[in-house]
């Protein structure tokens, strides 16, 4: 098994990104289409879903094709409007996935760093790279957004003034997780100046509203929209979305929880930024200016460092470099896990376990100096405990108090402890 399907193994979610390039070209973004041809993707609409809509159906979500469109273009363009508006800004893109945004800022002129996992940039990059050739200002790399010595090295001393943009990436960490992303922007943040710029919950409380906005409120589309959207996440991504306090309906609770990981809040409003023509709608003046009523409610979240935090995240003074050594012993397979094991490195685990080709009865996980796990690490873990014909003879030991409660809080302490 080669890296990009171990990769894909661990961080499921990442397909998702190749729909936001296909909605991106369809509504009628140049540069995407460009990228979209780069990268051999087919356009949105020809994939095949895994469970086949009846035909009955088929007309109807046809119909639906604007409201999938019009959330991806006003997320996508509005975040590029707002960061034009800030030339001095350097860019950097978390997740970057397999937007155009690169190559709009290569025109520009500007910085910009595309981060994402390796699945994604080991196929961005050549893609965009064959479009723009080789530009020393766009440079994209793999990380882990937990990890802050992963971002950090996605950064050179040239690195200034930076814009964090997020649309569509808190939706997927647990609440661990999420505390390990907000102290990792933070640090960055200290040392080189700027902005986090996050627009998934302005999405989480509005994106509704702008579905039936778009759909000029017929309560049969928008009905069909819900159960299409909810089949789809079902079938896309194995996680559970929105199950960290980010998305919780109290905002003073979410307020509170930016203020004690070190940051200011500002909001901004996305209206401001959307494009003077709405290619999803295809000139639909009724949908359009629905759809930007919807708009003047919905705030982009600009976060900035504060001086002095409430709280210091314990992730700061971790940097156990991760490994992992294993081997076979009457049947037993024994791994030892040092440092962090998330969406970089969990990766390796799952090798070193494929890789072994004795029978195995049992599993015995020594975690004594794993410092960390995210969920990409958790699945890889519960891979090896479902491989187990008896599954009492998977064993952790040297469980701390951090990644304790990481397993009890994501429900895993039923299965691994």
Same mark, same amino acid.
């Given at each position: ?13 990442f397909?998702t990104?190749?729909?936001c390039v ?18 051999g993707?087919e356009?949105?609409g020809? &994939? ?13 979500v ?18 590029n409007?707002?960061?034009e ?22 025109? &520009?002129?500007?910085?910009?760093y ?13 893609a965009?790279?064959s479009l ?5 200002n %766009? ?28 649309e569509g990436?808190l939706?997927?960490?647990?609440q ?10 933070r640090? %960055?943040?200290?040392q080189?100046g700027g ?31 819900s ?5 789809a ?6 996680v559970?979305?929105n ?6 309906p ?21 209206a401001?930024?959307?494009?003077d023509?709405l ?7 009724e ?8 708009f &003047?409610?919905?705030?982009f979240?600009e ?10 995240p ?12 294993g ?9 030892? %896990? &040092?440092g962090r ?6 990766p ?15 599993i015995?996980v020594?975690?004594?100096r794993?410092?960390?796990?995210s969920?990409?690490g958790?699945r890889?873990?519960?891979m ?7 599954k009492e003879?998977?064993e952790m ?14 429900g895993f302490?039923?299965?691994?402890l």
């Amino acid at each position: 098994m080669n890296n990009q399907e171990l990769w894909e193994i661990v961080n499921p979610v990442f397909n998702t990104a190749k729909s936001c390039v296909q909605i991106d070209a369809a509504s009628g973004d140049e540069d995407s289409k460009q990228l979209l041809g780069a990268l051999g993707f087919e356009p949105f609409g020809s &994939q095949t879903s895994k469970k086949p809509i009846p035909p009955e159906l088929a007309e109807q979500v046809k119909r639906l094709f604007p409201a999938y469109m019009i959330l991806l273009e006003t997320r996508f363009q509005t975040m590029n409007r707002l960061a034009e508006s800030r030339p001095a800004c350097q860019i950097a893109d978390l997740p970057c996935g397999y937007t155009a945004r690169g190559i709009r800022m290569s025109r &520009q002129g500007r910085v910009y760093y595309g981060l994402d996992l390796p699945a994604v940039i080991d196929t961005i990059r050549p893609a965009a790279a064959s479009l723009i050739g080789e530009n020393s200002n %766009i440079r994209y790399c793999a990380v882990d957004a937990t990890n802050y010595d992963s971002l950090k090295k996605a950064f050179p001393d040239t690195a200034r003034n930076l814009m964090f943009t997020t649309e569509g990436l808190l939706m997927y960490f647990n609440q661990s997780e999420l505390e390990e992303v907000f102290s990792a922007v933070r640090r %960055i943040l200290q040392q080189y100046g700027g902005s986090w710029v996050i627009a998934d919950r302005a999405y989480f409380l509005y994106d509704k509203e702008v579905v039936a906005a778009s759909l000029k409120h017929d309560p049969r589309l928008t009905a069909l929209y819900s159960a299409v959207t909810k089949q789809a996440a079902a079938t896309t991504a194995d996680v559970t979305f929105n199950n960290n306090v980010f998305f919780d309906p109290d905002d003073e609770k979410v307020r509170a929880f930016i203020r004690s990981m070190g940051f200011e809040l500002t909001e901004v409003c996305m209206a401001d930024f959307l494009p003077d023509q709405l290619g999803a709608l295809g000139g639909d003046q009724e949908a359009d200016e629905a759809v930007r009523k919807v708009f &003047q409610k919905m705030m982009f979240w600009e976060l900035t460092v504060r001086q002095a935090a409430d709280k210091s995240p314990a992730s700061d003074d971790k940097n156990l470099p991760f490994a992992a050594e294993g081997r076979v012993e009457d049947g037993v397979f024994r791994i030892s %896990i &040092q440092g962090r094991m998330d969406t970089i490195t969990a990766p390796e685990l799952l090798k070193l376990f494929q890789e072994t080709e004795e029978k195995i009865r049992a599993i015995h996980v020594d975690v004594s100096r794993m410092e960390y796990v995210s969920s990409a690490g958790l699945r890889v873990l519960l891979m090896m405990y479902k491989s187990l014909e008896d599954k009492e003879l998977f064993e952790m030991t040297g469980v701390n108090e951090a990644v304790r409660e990481i397993l009890e809080t994501t429900g895993f302490d039923q299965f691994l402890l």
